[in-house]
């Protein structure tokens, strides 16, 4: 039910109602459109729904849709009910072509995939058991060709004619242009004359001085009366049997296609409901062409009165301004439980009224079975009836002022609101004194809430704004403005009420000050005090939501840069653990052949015995070798598997030296600065319980025995050290973010750098929470954002796979991502 009759005009859908019209192919298909309606039975509407959204999948896709060429048949097929009656040789053509995509349509939604199910379950439920005709296809297919002609081979009689008048015409020819060189020859007529046809005879162009000069009959002269046109006697004998065999041809042509309307005419119901079933094809893919061109999407659904929207748009004011280069500011919007009537204000051309009809479009054009403009992550429910007080009525025909119409439809509203209702108001209380209609207004919406409808009221009245915080059920909302400019924003905020801005539009507008003083004046403290409160209000809200949207972008960088620092930290830990393992690899070698020499220098010694010479050389020798050996090293000190050289060297030369005393290690306490023994970051001692110790390696908190710590200096600060600071301080955000993360994102609208950041911050987000199905809602559009979003997850280690949501959810709309 939908109050008022106008309620199309009223809210802009009889634009989009011509729009899907244009767009539909078939005159059968723009009945369907001009003839679309509400309904409220909820399967219905799901089924309308589903339909238009796996179009919209199958259209979008790579599937190979048949041909679709359908003529306006079912005139001519009313045209031959009665015996005897035949189509047109180019009708049956066309009809054939008709009859071969009916074939075609149900053969393609028929198809099922390898487990027995079909990959457009409503389509094929609707257009897979659509009827064939196949010996009328082949019939017209033998007789009749592609251009609408009559083939010779049609029937005996037919190609027997045909032959006959090859001949006739033939020897015609001949005889004409005997006859045309005689001519020539004799002056009778110019050099260039050609025979031409007048009624079906042909005939040859003669001056008027010379037509005694050929015999035959006259048929035909130009406009100047200078030429005459005449059939020469050689020919009409020739011309008489033609003509005789042309009216042979119809009578076998009229045969032929009696024959094969016989055929047409038992089928003629089925053929026509067929038609209307392609019709009904032709209308789906138009509603999924206009979804297409203006980002509807198939929300979730319910069988009961629901309103949770994201990014609703009207359609109508969406074309018009992209047409002009401008985009609609789309609007959020959440009804139900205890906030099931919003009550909206806020300045005048703020978009409140376009907010209105906004929800009525929306709504309307779903249960018509349109997809609705809003993300597929929005809810909708059905509503019985869509109730709506808009503009102005009055009339002076039913002498019925505007504030009179307006009263009118609030009675309808009350006698007839239940809570599977939806009404909408604009202006209400509107068009007569402002104190008695806004407390009538506040009185009508006590009984309209009581009712348990839903519903959308703007006012410009203090007292509803008032109202709206105190009565169950009601929730205030503002069309936001901008006061620095002095422009409207056209954004909704639900939750506090909005300023009209009066005195602050009436200022701009170049209104004298003393005027606009004495206003304020006369209005008093109070009510310019409360329209401040609101102003601060908004301008407080949209302070502290960029405010949130900086923090949570800083939260991202920082801990990406923390990521980054802890896979460098662990790659250089790994290169360090390969070099050393090298060092010791080669100080092995190293050792191995340092061994060998000394001992063969201890043996040359004690061999030489008394021979001194002998002995400085071997020493000599092997001082220049352990020389060697330290320049190697660059001056740094020998690896502990090099230190038994330095043992033995100095065995070898006999020189006796006392060992050096070991280090008396520091006693560890709190707050004190440690290494590991082998090395690595600097951490800090938080607290000591035995022999074991509680350090903290930046956000790395670790129980380490005492032994294996050594004093270590306090490290300078840098970047990194700040950075594990401030994300080990946000720990506990992150532990929030943690509650709150929902394994799905829209970037929907986004430029592409936008949403290629916000995806990075969500992966990131999902392997760190080990979240393991995720979901991107990115639209169809021109498929740019989705590649490079899809560039992006192959390059991405922590993507198992992805692909693309089923139809019924979204399909080439929605990737789906596996997570490792």
């Known amino acids: 039910m939908i109050f008022p009759k106008d309620f199309e005009s009223k809210v802009g859908?009889?634009?989009?109602?011509?729009?899907?019209?244009?767009?539909?192919?078939?005159?059968?298909?723009?009945?369907?459109?001009?003839?679309?309606?509400?309904?409220?039975?909820?399967?219905?509407?799901?089924?309308?729904?589903?339909?238009?959204?796996?179009?919209?999948?199958?259209?979008?896709?790579?599937?190979?849709?048949?041909?679709?060429?359908?003529?306006?048949?079912?005139?001519?097929?009313?045209?031959?009910?009665?015996?005897?009656?035949?189509?047109?040789?180019?009708?049956?053509?066309?009809?054939?072509?008709?009859?071969?995509?009916?074939?075609?349509?149900?053969?393609?939604?028929?198809?099922?995939?390898?487990?027995?199910?079909?990959?457009?379950?409503y389509l094929s439920d609707e257009f897979a058991m659509l009827p064939t005709f196949p010996e009328i296809v082949r019939e017209v297919s033998r007789c009749i060709g592609r251009f609408g002609e009559v083939k010779d081979n049609a029937s005996p009689g037919?190609?027997?004619?045909?032959?006959?008048?090859?001949?006739?015409?033939?020897?015609?020819?001949?005889?004409?242009?005997?006859?045309?060189?005689?001519?020539?020859?004799?002056?009778?007529?110019?050099?260039?004359?050609?025979?031409?046809?007048?009624?079906?005879?042909?005939?040859?162009?003669?001056?008027?001085?010379?037509?005694?000069?050929?015999?035959?009959?006259?048929?035909?002269?130009?406009?100047?009366?200078?030429?005459?046109?005449?059939?020469?006697?050689?020919?009409?004998?020739?011309?008489?049997?033609?003509?005789e065999l042309e009216m042979d041809e119809r009578r076998e042509i009229a045969i032929i296609l009696t024959s094969?309307?016989?055929?047409?005419?038992?089928?003629?119901?089925?053929?026509?409901?067929?038609?209307?079933?392609?019709?009904?094809?032709?209308?789906?893919?138009?509603?999924?062409r206009f979804a297409h061109d203006t980002g509807a999407e198939m929300p979730n659904l319910s069988d009961k009165p629901e309103i949770e929207w994201y990014h609703a748009v009207h359609p109508g004011l969406m074309l018009n301004l992209r047409a002009q280069g401008r985009t609609a500011v789309p609007l959020d919007i959440t009804l139900g439980g205890?906030?099931?009537?919003?009550?909206?204000?806020?300045?005048?051309?703020?978009?409140?009224?376009?907010?209105?009809?906004?929800?009525?479009?929306?709504?309307?054009?779903?249960?018509?079975?349109?997809?609705?403009?809003?993300?597929?992550?929005?809810?909708?429910?059905?509503?019985?009836?869509?109730?709506?007080?808009?503009?102005?009525e009055q009339s002076i025909e039913n002498d019925l002022s505007t504030y009179s119409s307006h009263l009118a439809n609030m009675k309808?509203?009350?006698?007839?609101?239940?809570?599977?209702?939806?009404?909408?108001?604009?202006?209400?209380?509107s068009g007569t004194e402002p104190q008695i209609g806004g407390a009538l207004a506040q009185s009508i919406l006590t009984d309209l809430g009581r009712s348990g409808c839903m519903g959308v009221v703007t006012t410009h009245y203090q007292?509803?704004?008032?109202?709206?915080?105190?009565?169950?059920?009601?929730?205030?909302?503002?069309?936001?403005?901008?006061?620095?400019?002095?422009?409207?924003?056209?954004?909704?905020?639900?939750?506090?009420?909005?300023?009209?801005?009066?005195?602050?539009?009436?200022?701009?507008?170049?209104?004298?000050?003393?005027?606009?003083?004495?206003?304020?004046?006369?209005?008093g403290s109070d009510y310019v005090n409360m329209d401040k409160y609101l102003l601060d209000i908004q301008r407080d809200r949209r302070y502290w939501a960029n405010k949130r949207l900086s923090i949570k972008e800083k939260e991202h960088k920082l801990d990406n840069l923390l990521e980054t620092y802890e896979s460098n930290s662990s790659d250089l830990k790994s290169q360090r653990a390969a070099i050393i393992r090298a060092a010791r690899e080669e100080a092995k070698e190293i050792l191995a052949g340092a061994n060998a020499k000394i001992e063969r220098s201890i043996h040359e010694i004690k061999k030489a015995e008394a021979e001194k010479e002998r002995t400085r050389q071997i020493r000599k020798e092997l001082e220049d070798y352990k020389r060697n050996l330290e320049e190697e090293s660059k001056g740094e000190a020998l690896p502990d598997v090099l230190k038994p050289l330095r043992h033995k060297s100095r065995k070898s030369e006999n020189v006796k030296k006392t060992a050096p005393k070991p280090e008396v290690k520091k006693t560890l306490s709190v707050d004190d600065y440690v290494r590991m023994s082998d090395g690595g970051v600097v951490g800090k001692i938080l607290s000591i319980s035995g022999k074991k110790a509680e350090v903290a390696f930046g956000a790395l908190r670790t129980i380490v025995e005492l032994s294996k710590l050594q004093p270590a200096q306090k490290p300078k600060p840098t970047a990194t050290s700040t950075i594990l600071t401030v994300s080990s301080s946000t720990s506990d955000e992150s532990r929030e973010r943690q509650l709150k993360f929902k394994n799905e994102i829209d970037v929907r609208g986004m430029r592409a750098d936008e949403a290629l950041q916000a995806v990075t911050y969500f992966l990131d987000d999902a392997v760190q929470f080990n979240a393991s199905r995720l979901r991107i809602l990115h639209g169809t559009g021109h498929g740019i954002l989705k590649t490079l979003i899809r560039q992006q997850l192959k390059a991405n280690p922590n993507v198992a796979s992805f692909r693309d949501e089923d139809v019924r959810f979204g399909g080439a709309g929605i990737t789906v991502i596996d997570l490792a």
């Open 158 to 243: 037919l190609l027997e004619v045909r032959r006959a008048m090859s001949v006739a015409s033939g020897s015609m020819q001949r005889a004409m242009r005997r006859v045309l060189d005689r001519a020539v020859q004799e002056g009778i007529v110019d050099k260039d004359a050609t025979p031409s046809l007048r009624d079906g005879r042909l005939v040859i162009p003669v001056s008027s001085m010379m037509k005694r000069s050929i015999n035959g009959i006259v048929h035909d002269q130009s406009a100047t009366g200078k030429t005459v046109f005449i059939e020469p006697a050689e020919v009409v004998e020739a011309g008489n049997r033609l003509r």
């Open 412 to 429: 309808f509203f009350l006698s007839h609101a239940d809570a599977s209702t939806l009404i909408l108001a604009d202006e209400m209380g």
């Open 13 to 121: 859908f009889a634009q989009l109602r011509q729009l899907l019209t244009d767009r539909c192919e078939t005159r059968l298909g723009k009945e369907e459109a001009m003839n679309m309606d509400f309904t409220s039975v909820f399967e219905e509407v799901r089924r309308r729904l589903s339909c238009v959204a796996e179009m919209l999948a199958l259209l979008a896709s790579a599937s190979d849709m048949p041909d679709d060429t359908v003529h306006d048949v079912v005139p001519w097929l009313s045209e031959i009910r009665a015996a005897g009656s035949f189509m047109s040789a180019d009708r049956l053509q066309k009809l054939s072509v008709t009859l071969q995509t009916m074939t075609a349509v149900g053969e393609f939604f028929s198809k099922r995939e390898d487990n027995g199910s079909s990959r457009f379950p």
């Open 463 to 523: 007292n509803l704004k008032t109202f709206a915080e105190s009565e169950p059920g009601f929730v205030n909302g503002a069309m936001l403005y901008d006061r620095q400019h002095l422009r409207p924003t056209f954004q909704l905020s639900i939750g506090n009420p909005g300023s009209s801005f009066a005195l602050e539009i009436a200022r701009n507008t170049g209104l004298p000050a003393d005027v606009i003083e004495r206003a304020r004046e006369i209005v």
């Open 260 to 288: 094969i309307t016989d055929m047409v005419r038992p089928c003629v119901g089925e053929i026509v409901e067929g038609c209307r079933k392609l019709a009904r094809l032709d209308f789906i893919k138009a509603k999924a």
């Open 338 to 392: 205890e906030k099931r009537i919003l009550i909206i204000s806020g300045p005048n051309a703020g978009g409140k009224s376009v907010c209105l009809k906004t929800v009525a479009v929306v709504q309307y054009m779903m249960q018509c079975g349109m997809l609705p403009t809003l993300y597929s992550n929005s809810h909708m429910g059905i509503f019985s009836g869509v109730f709506i007080d808009i503009g102005d």
